[in-house]
């Protein structure tokens, strides 16, 4: 029902706009059957599932969803949210949280957890042409869980045979990862140094939140503001638009929106 009320009621207004169809994980193949039916509007993109599950999403119990989304040339995105809900784990690894404020700082890990279940589990191998963008969790943490991961290659391999390069390869061209509650610190070159490590120029995609709360413009956000010209232009439109295959004038209108901002 949501995903013919975002079709009827979003993509049939604007041209402008991309959608993102939702799916229940608790039945895959359900799930790869409502991505068969809604993956062909041409402006449905990606397959938006949450954070909050009961097994990783390397698992090949999400294999039919993956195999679906490939087929039909969308992405999948993971966007943080129902961890504790009665269709998932708790919303952390050791328990229940007892604020929002420990809930929302610990929305990265489950991410990483994630993340490093689909490398692992060799679910881009199995599904070359798909991409995973990671939602609504920041960023910079990916860099030392990326030195954590090729250190552990080196010496674990044999258990993920099918892995043939280093995590800090496979994992920036796989995988994208939103702008929005990215962590912020006194020292933007540092900031900047974590987020070279990550390929950030190439794997970030501007996501301002927007209506949430929480949500800012390009202007208000700082490590961006003080990124190059070129980075900063690509992460605001181009990354997004070669991503999701938009043509050379929507590209143009990217550019264009970014450089006014």
């Given at each position: 029902?949501?995903?013919?009320?975002?079709?009827?009621?979003?993509?049939?207004?604007?041209?402008?706009?991309?959608?993102?169809?939702?799916?229940?994980?608790?039945?895959?193949?359900?799930?790869?059957?409502?991505?068969?039916?809604?993956?062909?509007?041409?402006?449905?993109?990606?397959?938006?599932?949450?954070?909050?599950?009961?097994l990783?999403?390397?698992?090949?119990?999400?294999?039919?969803?993956?195999?679906?989304?490939?087929?039909?040339?969308?992405?999948?995105?993971?966007?943080?949210?129902?961890?504790?809900?009665?269709?998932?784990?708790?919303?952390?690894?050791?328990?229940?949280?007892?604020?929002?404020?420990?809930?929302h700082?610990?929305?990265?890990f489950?991410?990483?957890?994630h993340?490093?279940?689909?490398?692992?589990?060799g679910?881009?191998?199995?599904?070359?042409?798909?991409?995973?963008?990671?939602?609504?969790?920041?960023?910079?943490?990916?860099?030392?869980?990326?030195?954590?991961?090729d250190?552990?290659?080196?010496?674990?391999?044999?258990?993920?045979?099918?892995?043939?390069?280093?995590?800090?390869?496979?994992?920036?061209?796989?995988?994208?990862?939103?702008?929005?509650?990215?962590?912020?610190?006194?020292?933007?070159?540092?900031?900047?140094?974590?987020?070279?490590?990550?390929?950030?120029?190439?794997?970030?995609?501007?996501?301002?939140?927007?209506?949430?709360w929480?949500?800012?413009?390009?202007?208000?956000?700082?490590?961006?503001?003080?990124?190059?010209?070129?980075?900063?232009?690509?992460?605001?439109?181009?990354?997004?638009?070669?991503?999701?295959?938009?043509?050379?004038?929507?590209?143009?209108?990217?550019?264009?929106?970014?450089?006014?901002?």
């Amino acid at each position: 029902a949501y995903n013919d009320w975002l079709v009827a009621n979003w993509l049939a207004r604007d041209a402008r706009f991309l959608g993102s169809m939702l799916v229940a994980t608790q039945d895959p193949v359900a799930a790869a059957r409502e991505i068969e039916r809604v993956g062909e509007h041409e402006r449905v993109v990606q397959v938006l599932l949450p954070s909050g599950t009961r097994l990783p999403y390397g698992s090949p119990y999400y294999h039919p969803i993956y195999a679906a989304a490939e087929r039909r040339g969308v992405h999948i995105a993971i966007h943080t949210g129902t961890e504790g809900s009665a269709t998932s784990n708790p919303p952390t690894a050791v328990g229940w949280p007892s604020t929002y404020m420990e809930w929302h700082a610990a929305q990265a890990f489950n991410l990483a957890a994630h993340l490093t279940s689909l490398l692992t589990e060799g679910v881009f191998v199995a599904f070359p042409r798909l991409r995973f963008i990671f939602l609504d969790g920041g960023a910079t943490w990916l860099a030392p869980l990326l030195w954590r991961l090729d250190k552990n290659y080196k010496g674990l391999r044999v258990e993920c045979p099918w892995l043939t390069e280093l995590p800090s390869v496979a994992i920036p061209r796989h995988c994208r990862f939103g702008t929005h509650a990215i962590e912020r610190g006194n020292d933007d070159g540092l900031l900047w140094r974590l987020l070279d490590e990550i390929d950030g120029e190439q794997t970030l995609l501007w996501a301002s939140n927007y209506p949430r709360w929480d949500c800012e413009a390009p202007a208000d956000c700082a490590f961006l503001t003080r990124a190059a010209q070129d980075a900063r232009l690509r992460i605001l439109g181009g990354n997004a638009a070669a991503l999701y295959g938009l043509s050379a004038r929507e590209r143009q209108a990217a550019a264009m929106a970014a450089t006014s901002d």
